[in-house]
């Protein structure tokens, strides 16, 4: 099968392109570096494909596209270059992608594509800004400068697709010579100037509010603002979420469904302790009756999926709007104290949502002991969206200001172990070095099917763990296994923590999913003080399962024991500080 | 009257034209690759307090580059 790859600067619309041309969704977002590894999807050419003398692709050919991480050039430096000049050598024909705003730039990288023997074609992507902005291109004229088939694209709204895919059978190699660093600038130039003519424009309101977010004075109160509104805004859609569509389904609808289940199953019986657990008072308690379809389903989609839902809407605008690359250059300052460079931020945000991810996009930085230090304060200073979820429910319901100590405790932890790290951990971090995106309103359409994939994403990832851990701890109990472990662990539980023996057990479930966890504190009646020690033991302890294995794939297994190992130590300490204190 | 400076001392809103980058090849590349190369015009928007990055426009784009970078990307304005 013929290969077709994707390739251009970082932020050029790459990843919606691909989307439009293979149905395949991935992640897009408006910042460089979303895209960190490289997807395939498969194109097949229409049955009445026009097929002129000479034409790459016949009627009803599927080929294999893929989607490469955005690079500068091809005279590889970074990690994330030499993943895309590898998938490169196997090309059969390249789509450069070029931002129509930023056409010089990006020119760089096209040349060198023209340089090689496979065939070429170019998209001038984001074709609709360039008027916005004053910038008029004739895409004839450039077609001729090239040699190559050049199709303007708005990849978002789908705008020149159907004529990209026609022209793809014109795509040829560009038969440039091969030219020095030095010498394609000038051609560049030469270039740019016979096909593009910029009109004078007055800024948009957008592009002002582009250049107050990154000056000092400005950009900080911007966001503060920024954030505050997007922790209420989480906030106020994640409750209205529970208490008006999630409460009532599973109190008014699900409920009167278990009943007769419960029933017919007979209290005590095995699987009814699997499947609905204990009755309270001779009830279904959705909060403590920890059965695989009470509790189990209850936590994962009443009270974590309502702040899934709302954490990714409302970061997900702040992707796509091209708000985070200002953010890093705003705490820029305060990341390089903890040994990041601002750019860390992104990942550290994303881990707010889930940690795997976020651990993922750790990629975006240049250097290993960066992607070490940074995968290390999300694992343990960073709580994810699912136990968020659960610390608001369990902890916020004890009072706001216990929730307010998990987080301070959460933070100072991440500050000062960042600030510790910095100083031990050898090596230096580089300085930022970034393009910050033009603003943009998110399209409704990629925006909301990117929301979607994220959600169905946390569902697959979720409910089998849940339905794994709550099915464990129910045969730790009647397998006894429990005082067993209970006997090994109890006195850090116990005197160091100052939590009753019955805290060993969600302790251990942390392992499998945190959220089920916190959701196990429940019923063991702790005061609220011991809530606060626990929940953020739970948060700091051991990364969850599906974040160990993506450190130790992102880390290798030295440096994950390592990150595991700090994890561990911390936790110990904090929680034992924590109880001295409370 | 033209004086030369470079990106980090620049006033923001101040604009010229990049005269030379003084630093290895490594980071000669990335600046060039980014567009902040020899011949091109730019403004400076703003530098954050405390050494900050500096963020500066070039061509079609807004780059923020590390207060040590800026210092190396030497600028006649005027």
């Known amino acids: ?582 | 009257m033209k004086k030369s400076t470079d990106l980090a001392s620049m006033a923001p809103g101040e604009r010229g034209r990049i005269t030379g980058l003084i630093s290895g090849p490594g980071l000669v590349r990335r600046l060039e690759e980014i567009g902040l190369r020899v011949g091109q015009r730019v403004s400076k928007i703003s530098g954050m307090p405390l050494r900050g990055p500096v963020v500066v426009q070039v061509g079609g784009t807004r780059v923020a580059l590390g207060h040590g970078m800026a210092k190396k990307v030497i600028v006649e304005t005027g």
């Open chain 1, 1 to 582: 099968m013929k290969k077709i790859v994707l390739m251009g600067n970082p932020n050029v619309g790459k990843s919606v392109l691909f989307h439009r041309l293979t149905g395949v969704q991935v992640i897009a977002s408006n910042y460089p570096g979303t895209t960190v590894g490289f997807t395939r999807g498969f194109l097949t050419f229409p049955r009445d494909t026009p097929t002129p003398d000479g034409a790459l692709f016949g009627p009803g050919e599927r080929v294999e596209i893929i989607d490469a991480p955005g690079i500068y050039s091809l005279e590889a430096a970074s990690r994330a270059d030499r993943v895309a000049v590898e998938i490169l050598e196997g090309a059969d024909l390249v789509i450069s992608v070029v931002d129509a705003t930023n056409l010089e730039r990006n020119l760089c990288l096209t040349l060198q594509l023209l340089e090689r023997e496979v065939p070429v074609l170019v998209a001038l992507n984001l074709w609709d800004e360039t008027r916005h902005l004053g910038i008029e291109i004739t895409p004839e004229k450039l077609e001729e400068m090239l040699g190559v088939p050049v199709v303007p694209t708005v990849a978002v709204s789908g705008e020149g697709i159907r004529r990209l895919v026609e022209r793809l059978q014109e795509a040829r190699p560009g038969g440039h010579p091969a030219r020095e660093r030095e010498e394609r600038w000038p051609e560049m130039g030469r270039i740019v100037s016979s096909c593009q003519f910029l009109h004078h424009h007055h800024h948009t309101f957008l592009q002002r509010l582009s250049d107050l977010s990154v000056m000092p004075w400005t950009g900080l109160p911007l966001a503060a603002l920024v954030l505050l509104a997007a922790f209420w805004l989480v906030r106020f859609i994640g409750e209205s979420l529970i208490g008006y569509v999630a409460d009532p389904i599973f109190e008014g609808l699900y409920l009167p469904l278990l009943e007769p289940l419960s029933e017919w199953l007979g209290p005590g019986s095995l699987l009814h302790s699997i499947l609905i657990g204990r009755l309270i008072d001779g009830e279904i308690d959705f909060l403590q009756s920890f059965g695989v379809l009470t509790t189990g389903l209850y936590v994962e989609l009443a009270m974590v999926l309502p702040y899934i839902i709302s954490f990714y809407l409302v970061l997900s605008f702040l992707e796509d709007f091209g708000y985070l690359p200002r953010l890093a250059v705003l705490l820029d300052g305060l990341m390089h104290r903890v040994g990041l460079h601002g750019y860390a931020i992104i990942p550290t945000l994303l881990g707010l949502g889930c940690n795997v991810p976020a651990v993922m996009a750790t990629r975006i930085l240049e250097n290993r002991r960066e992607r070490f230090i940074a995968a290390t304060l999300i694992s343990i200073g960073v709580p994810c969206a699912a136990l968020q979820a659960m610390i608001f429910g369990l902890v916020g319901a004890r009072g706001g200001q216990y929730v307010a100590a998990v987080y301070f405790t959460l933070f100072m932890v991440w500050l000062i172990l960042g600030f510790l790290m910095n100083r031990l951990v050898k090596g230096y971090s580089p300085e930022l070095i970034i393009e910050i995106p033009h603003y943009r309103l998110p399209p409704p359409g990629p925006f909301f099917k990117k929301l979607r994939s994220r959600i169905v994403a946390f569902l697959k990832e979720a409910l089998p763990v849940v339905t794994l851990a709550v099915l464990a701890v129910n045969l730790l109990y009647a397998l006894d296994i429990f005082n067993i472990l209970a006997g090994f662990f109890a006195p850090v539980v116990t005197v160091l923590f100052g939590l009753p023996r019955e805290a060993i057990v969600p302790i251990l479930i942390g392992l499998l999913r945190k959220d089920v966890a916190v959701g196990m504190l429940g019923p063991l009646n702790l005061s609220a003080g011991q809530l606060v020690v626990a929940t953020t033991v739970l948060a700091m302890f051991f990364p969850c399962i599906a974040t160990f294995a993506i450190l130790l794939k992102e880390l290798g297994w030295r440096d994950m024991l390592k990150s595991t190992g700090i994890m561990f130590v911390v936790a110990i300490l904090v929680g034992s500080l924590l109880n001295l204190l409370l």
